[in-house]
Structure formats: C-alpha cells, structure tokens
C-alpha cells in the first residue's frame, strides 16, 4: 500500500496554496490507488501547520523539524525528504514547481534515479502498455511542452517512486474538514557538514502588489492596449468594478505593465469568475493560464483572434471606444 | 579558476512556423531552426564575466548530435577557452535524468578539478530545469539554482544573489558549485570579431585542428545503461496538439447598446456589481 505524498511549502506562517491544491489532488489519486495521503513537511515551527493538513486529507504528517530547515535550502531539505521518503514509502510525490520544487525535486530524482515531469497541469491515473508489457495504475503527469504547442502525458512506470511538479493554481482545492485527525511522525536527522556548504545572508522579500488568484474578476490587457499611458485606464475600470489587472506577456515585454501581472504559461495560472480580455490574441501560452474562467468576455478589432475561441462574450471593436463605454455604462448602471 | 558551462542545442520553439506541425499535431523537429540554448548564453556570460574579473578557464560542453557542434563553436567566439561535444547514438531518447549521468560522467572525465559549474536555468525544448541540479547531485557538490549575480569568489567560496519566489536571497556557498543561471543574470555580449577569425575553421578533430572534442560515452566512461532510452525512468505516452473546445458565444455591439446589454446580463447573473 504505497502512499501518495506530498511536499508542503510554507511561506509566511501560511502554507503556501500549490502545497494544499496538491493535497486537495492528492484526496483523489489516493481514492483512486486505494492507499494513503501523506505530507512532508520540513521546517521551523510546523506543529501549527499539522491541523490544516489533516482537514485537507493529510492521512499522516511527516515532521522534519528544526532552525536550520528555514528558510529553506537544497541539502537539508534533500536530506530530510529522503528520510521521510524512506518513512512514508511512496509510489508518488508530488511537489509544487515554484522555484523550491524545482530545485529540490530534481535534487531527490537524481538520489533516487527516478522519473520527474515538470510543471505538470494535470494528473490522472491510468494504463500503460510499451513493447509488450503492460503497467497498470500509473500516473499520467501531462504538461505543455514545446513552447505550449503540444500536450505530453508523461509516465514513470518502473523506476520508482513517480515524481512531479505542478503548477500552482491548476488544482482545485477541496473543502477544509477541521474534524479529521491524522498522525504525526517525527523524524530527526543526524548532523551532517553538507548541511551547512550553503549559507544564506541575506533575504529581501518584496510585497506581492497584485492578487490574480483570489481575484474574482480580472480586466487583462495585451499588446493591443498599445501603450503604457493606456493601460492606465484598465486600472481605472478595475477599480470600479473590483477587479485586478493582468497582462500578456507581450504586453508585459513591451514594458506598459509590469510582470507580476503576467497570466499564461510563464505568468500565474488564474480561474476568475469573468475575465475581461481587451486587445490580446489568444496565444495557446496565454489561453493555458486563463481558459478555466468561468466567463470570458473579449474585446478585439480583428473578427479572426483566436482568443473569439474561448471567449464566451465576443466584442468586435476597438478597445479605445469599448473601454470608457463600459466605464460609462457600468457608472449609470450601478447606480 | 577553471569554470564548466553546460549548453544545449534546442529547437527554436518560441517561431514555430506553419510547417512544423505534423498532420497528427506533433512537431516536425527538423523543421524548427536549431540555435543555442537562450539561458546557455547567460551562463556563459556569466563564466566569461568571471574571466574578465578573475581570469578562468572555461570549457564549454554540450550533449548532442554532431550538428550541436555548432553550439561550441559559437561559445568559441565569445571567449570559451575548450569545448566538448558528447555525442553517441546509445544517448539518443535521454530524460533529464539520463542527461545527467552523461554531463556529469563528462565532467568528471574532462575537468575534474573544476571549481564552478555554470548552468542555463532551463532548456526552451523541455523547459525542465532538472538537468543542473540533477548534475549537481551526480557530482556531489551543492547547487545555487536561479543565480541572478555573483557578488564575488575566491579560492573557497563564492557569494551570489539568486531569485526566490517572492523577493531575492544572497548566499555564500563553498567550491566546488554549480549555478544555474536566470536570463535576468546579463545581457550575452556578442561574438566577438577577432575570435571569429580565429576559430572560423574550428570543427570536430580529427577534421580540423582540434579545438572541438567529440567524445563518445566509452571515451567519457559512462555505462550505456544509465543513458538513452533504458536509462530514462520517464516515457513519453502520447502528445496532442492544443485543441480548443469551443465554447457557446455570444456577440455583443460595441456600442453604448451593446455594452449596456453586456452589463444588465452580467449583473442580472451577479457577476459584476
Ligand atoms: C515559451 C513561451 C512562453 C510564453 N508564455 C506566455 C505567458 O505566460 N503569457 C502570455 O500572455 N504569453 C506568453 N507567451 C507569448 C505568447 O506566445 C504571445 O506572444 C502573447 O501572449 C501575445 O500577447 P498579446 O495577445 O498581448 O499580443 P498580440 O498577439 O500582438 O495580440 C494583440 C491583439 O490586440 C488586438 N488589437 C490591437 N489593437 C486593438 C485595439 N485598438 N482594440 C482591440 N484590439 C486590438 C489585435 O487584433 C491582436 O489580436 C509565451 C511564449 C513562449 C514562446
Ligand atoms: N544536452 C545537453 N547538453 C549540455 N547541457 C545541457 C543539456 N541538457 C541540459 N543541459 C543544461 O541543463 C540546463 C537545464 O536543462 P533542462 O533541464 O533540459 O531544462 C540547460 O540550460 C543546460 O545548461
């Protein structure tokens, strides 16, 4: 019954929202492989992150603890994920691929001469046949590839355990039971000197200006917003009607915006209510961070985008004349 | 100091033009013109950087097919001092983790005594980012992944800024190392004339007069079996070309008409308000 595990990050006294969205997927490959969901997680103080695990399935939480775990650095963490690994056994674990996830997996994959899919946008379980063998409960790791032009599944079926990052935003995120109970393993690690070939100095954390996941609505610009001036007056018209700014990265390259603001392949992944589109494309690396919005509403000069493809709302027009006519009409209608 | 840059031959995925894609949605690989690596040229920047600060040696090393030569013969022209094609038919169908194992085995055959390994973040074919830290492993020496700048390096240690999730971190990590290097790092100087003159001829020895090494894995003493296709945990099961579900739309006149109509529906079903 080997489990399914998952590596918690934390950030801020928070566990970051990838490690739960993982979670949340992880309720469901074990459901389905009929075994147990497991958490690593390495750091300072995370007995207060234990009860959050467990209401979002933890079955067991693996505790490495101590101050040289944070902030976070390759070696110690390699060492106590191997560790917990050798505790949880897994057949899968799944990492967030944030800039930890990415430096640390491919760090254990290589330990453990196993597979590792990157930045995964989904997950499923499944068969898998190859020059006459057959593999049965596999995990399916599907991500873009090739500049987002194609799709690839991608299997791990015999050098164990399966291994993946997932970008964040792409899970859904189950519902919380604050009832569930759960085990703690804690495990302590012997001393080592590699621990300490890195040293961190100095860290300079910068306030996220923008919110594009918990936003309920998003007014994104592109290219075709033409100038940085411009793009101005998407800022007004998410101020009136609560929303937040995102942005091409073409637009973003042109410098009119900056890049937290960026949605699509390389920017943030975003599932807003409605999702205002003013002057972009569609390019498959943009449509991948914003297809699941529940409402798209487009509004560009050329009939043909492809982002009329995806859009729920067509407007064919200029941005210039549509956009005050929204703020206008929005200001009379909201009266 | 004597510095190792890993860099790849990809696909120029970011033009893809019309006639590369295949009838059932796969990418005609030869169509996509081959060109070096975008984050390579920052890592080599970033060793040549360090040339002109400290003075190094820089060996340039590539796993590829014979044409990835042309990859070397560029970093020739900017300043690298050796340059290594690893190339072999065993290697073809390699993972990341595959990669690794002939880089690393390179490495160790090639220059051992290096001090630094200097990385791209990732390869544009793949997008991974896996093979720096999966060589860093291999070597058993510590890694600096998203390495922005360096600060400086003496005989022991080297004192760099990388990039974290929301901000920046400096470290302080003991040689040997490997970076791996963020395309924020620098800007690549170009080639530079007079190497150009220099190394014009430079192709595969026994061809030319050296300067560009091809080894195979015998030569590099790497087993077969940790490479290629039964060396890869990772096998690709399908590939589809994006698709798009099309979705019921609605048009709306992009007149004062149309965007009220707009509005009253979107408020009616409470999703602005
Ligand atoms: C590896 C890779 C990763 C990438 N990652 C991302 C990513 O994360 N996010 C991303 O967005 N892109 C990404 N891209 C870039 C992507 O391929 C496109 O280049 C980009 O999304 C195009 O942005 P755009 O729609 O703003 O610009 P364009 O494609 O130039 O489109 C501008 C649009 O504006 C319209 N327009 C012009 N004037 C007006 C007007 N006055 N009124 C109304 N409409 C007007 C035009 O008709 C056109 O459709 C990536 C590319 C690669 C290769
Ligand atoms: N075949 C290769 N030859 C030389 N260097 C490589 C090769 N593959 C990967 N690398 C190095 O590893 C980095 C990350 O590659 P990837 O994991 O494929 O995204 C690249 O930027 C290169 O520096």
């Given amino acids: 019954m080997k489990s399914v595990l998952v590596y918690i990050e934390t950030d801020n006294d928070k566990i970051r929202s990838v490690s739960l969205e993982l979670l949340s997927k992880g309720n469901e490959l074990k459901e389905k492989l009929n075994t147990e969901l497991h958490a690593a997680i390495i750091g300072k103080d995370n007995d207060r992150f234990f009860k959050e695990l467990f209401a979002f399935g933890a079955d067991k939480v693996f505790s490495v603890k101590g101050d040289k775990y944070s902030p976070y650095r390759t070696i110690p963490h390699t060492r106590g994920m191997l560790e917990i690994i050798k505790k949880s056994d897994p057949q899968i674990i799944l990492y967030g691929a944030t800039n930890i996830g990415r430096d640390l997996a491919p760090r254990i994959a290589s330990t453990l001469r196993c597979g590792l899919t990157a930045d995964c946008t989904d997950l499923q379980i499944g068969d898998f046949e190859y020059m006459k063998k057959k593999w049965e409960n596999l995990l399916y790791q599907i991500r873009p590839a090739w500049g987002g032009n194609i799709i690839a599944t991608i299997v791990n079926p015999e050098m164990h355990p399966q291994m993946a990052t997932v970008r964040e935003g ?3 995120l189950i519902e919380p039971d604050y009832s569930r109970k759960g085990e703690v393993v804690e495990l302590t690690l012997d001393e080592s000197p590699e621990d300490e070939k890195v040293k961190i100095l100095d860290r300079i954390l910068k306030e996220k200006t923008v919110d594009l996941k918990g936003a309920d609505i998003i007014v994104a610009g592109g290219a075709g917003v033409g100038s940085k001036g411009n793009f101005q007056k998407l800022f007004d018209f998410a101020k009136l009607i609560k929303a937040e700014v995102g942005a091409t990265r073409a637009a973003v390259d042109a410098g009119y915006i900056g890049k937290d ?3 699509g392949q390389t920017g943030t992944v975003v599932k807003p209510k409605v999702y205002f589109a003013f002057g972009i494309s569609g390019a498959v690396q943009h449509r991948v961070g914003m297809e699941q919005s529940g409402t798209i509403i487009a509004v560009n000069t050329d009939p043909e985008a492809p982002i009329f493809d995806i859009a ?3 407007i064919v027009g200029d941005l210039n004349e549509v956009l005050p006519m929204m703020i206008k009409m929005y200001k009379e209608l909201g009266k | 100091m004597r510095i190792v840059v890993l860099a790849k031959q990809v696909p120029d995925t970011k033009n893809v033009p019309e006639n590369a894609m295949k009838e059932d949605g796969t990418l005609n690989r030869q169509a996509l013109p081959a060109i070096f690596n975008p984050e390579d040229l920052n890592a080599l920047e970033m060793a040549l950087e360090l040339k002109d600060r400290y003075g190094a040696y820089i060996t340039v090393i590539s796993m590829g097919p ?6 070397l013969k560029d970093s020739l022209y900017r300043g690298a001092d050796k340059t290594v094609l690893i190339s072999d038919r065993k290697l073809a169908g390699s993972d990341t983790l595959a990669t690794s194992v002939a ?5 160790k055959h090639v220059e051992p005594n290096f001090d630094l390994i200097i990385c791209g973040r990732q390869a544009i074919d793949g997008d991974t980012a896996q093979v720096g830290p999966q060589v860093a492993e291999k070597l058993n020496v510590p890694q600096i992944t998203y390495t922005l700048s360096i600060e ?6 080297v004192i760099c800024d990388r990039e974290i999730e929301n901000g920046v971190e400096k470290v302080k ?3 040997p190392v490997l970076l791996t290097v963020t395309k924020e790092a620098n800007i690549p100087r170009p080639e530079n004339v007079k190497m150009m003159m220099k190394y014009k001829k430079a192709d595969i020895a026994p061809e030319s007069k050296i300067k560009i090494d091809m080894l195979s894995l015998d030569d590099i003493g790497v087993d077969a079996k940790y490479v290629g296709l039964n ?11 994006v698709v798009i579900a099309k979705k019921e739309t609605k048009d709306y006149s992009p007149d004062e008409n149309g965007i009220k109509e707009l509005f009253n529906d979107l408020m009616e079903n409470h999703l602005v308000g």
């Fill in chain 2, 103 to 107: 880089l690393a085995g390179a490495i």
């Fill in chain 2, 231 to 241: 060396g890869s945990p990772t096998k690709v099961k399908n590939i589809e070309s």
């Fill in chain 2, 66 to 71: 014979p044409n990835a030569k042309e990859v």
């Fill in chain 1, 170 to 172: 792409v899970m859904h």
């Fill in chain 2, 152 to 157: 400086e390096v003496d005989s022991k240690e």
């Fill in chain 1, 312 to 314: 729920h709302v067509r």
């Fill in chain 1, 261 to 263: 603001h960026q949605i």
């Fill in chain 2, 173 to 175: 990590a003991t040689l």
